[in-house]
């Protein structure tokens, strides 16, 4: 793609604008603000240049263009997302404009995922399907309406009837095969040797089968979830998935999230459930923030998706052993993702879809009825130990240490120890011991596995310098004039030479009358620079002001702060020497000049040290 395309799709869309469409966005000072729709917060740290047409969150540390956010706020890749935006910009992309040979390989089975869906669509309404799997469904408690809006489908038995009809429409055998669809035959012969294959060596792999179409973000179907249909051969297991494709990505799909996401944003709030028929129920109910994970356990991944749309789950599973032991594990994960974690408990045997189907009411009365999952699984442990034996205290704070691992926020940590003390009728004291060795053992582990450039730049010497360095590195960044008077400033000293190690110094050297934002191709890098830059129009002074009385209040702060930096790294160097000739006096034993170098060292080191 070449950067004009690109260039042209940003400067005809206004980017306060667009992301006005997703955010509230209020004018504050230079640039706009919200609360970040990409991590939970209650004081907006979101800000929008337009002049810049950037974004950055200092709380999340994202940021970018136009492109990078509508990447991340539709979970889209950057073709995708060149693709839309070209669509509301009103620019034509030259890739699209030859026929359907030239699409991609990627399109091609959009196409064809799209003709299955119909092809299954058509035979649940009025093919073989209709009366044994719509009554089903019915019975199911499922309306026709939701069949219809989840567009579920029927793959009739037989080993090739979507093959023959894919190849029908021109598609290939190798591409339905990409597509997760048909099953190459292996040289033995089918596994199953009741069923004669004809002379292909390709078979349907969904056959009696409901299907379930998955969508991605955009309502495209990627895959499907297939139950194997009403009186079908119950041997074959309840429910097969897609396998991995080029679209299909079983960690990262969530069924529901195409219909839910609009709710999912409105509430903060996503519930999740186990089963396909679940979520399909609650949507009929009207709660319609829901998705299930299928065929897979809750991924971080998907975690990382639902946090976009809010920050607090509540788990919905069955209340059956296996269900139970999934919910956990699931809290387990989203409380490690700083999400906010709840549980809902249903009578005992019921899932979504069979309450849905008694009374949608009180289906809602139950999801209303939820309770913070560290407040659930203490109740679990309670009940399933005798608290008032040494041996069942024992196990119920080892059980209930092991989620409260996962607690990152150490006041909610000190709020469920307390509840766990009382309940067990311990010290809190004791208990809090027992809570933060198990804390501190694996923290060091962490530690353990850090990388070690991290652990030497958090105690690195000279953070005042360093801080000084990183101001004017942003001021650079936030103002072309402070930018331009500044690099003709720096002689060829010290100064110059220790701003030069910034990484990201290099590119202010480059942007001659570029912005210099637009020559970083990294986008760690990037990142930082616009974070650095935001920063400082964020300060106070900048606020409120003219462009040009801003210009001259920067200038007048970073040519300040240079003198300042001046000052800081003579006064290492002074203390390096220090360091030295302390040495030196101290190997020849003079107590004198020690006590004389250890005053000098005290006193510089004193100096400005606040
Ligand atoms: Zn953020």
Redesign the pocket.
Known sequence: MSDGTTDEIKARLNIVEFIGSYVRLEKSGAHYKAC?P??Q?RTP??MVNEEKAMWH?F??G?GGDVFAFVMEMEGLEFREALKMLADRAGVELPQYRGEEKNKETKDRIFDLLELATKFYEKQLAGGVGEEKIVSYLVGRGLSLESIQKFRLGYAPDGWRHLLDFLVGRGFKPEEIETAGLIIRKSKEGDPDSRFKIQDSSFYDRFRDRIMFPIFDILGRVIGYSARVAPGGDESQAKYINTPETPLYHKSRALYGLFHGKQAMKQAGVTVIVEGNTDVIAMHQAGIENTVAVSGTALTEEQLMLIKRYGSEVRLFFDMDGAGQKAARKSAELALEKELLVSVIALPFGKDAAEMGKEDPEKLREAVARFVPALKYFLEASLAKYDSRSSEGKRKIVDEYTELLLFVKNPIERAHWIKELAREIKMEEKLVMSVVQTAIQGRERRERYDAPAGEKARSNSFGKRSELLREELTGMMYADRVVRETLLKLLADDDTKAFLEKHPLHFFLVQAGEREPLTLIEDPLLKSEAMRLSFRILELPDFIGVTDEERTGKMLEVAKKYLEDLKGEIMRREKLIALEQALGEAREKKDKELEKKLLKEFAEISLDKSQ
Do not use: D, I, L, P
Request: one cysteine or more.
């Open positions: 970040c990409f991590h917060e740290s979101f969150c709380g999340c994202k």
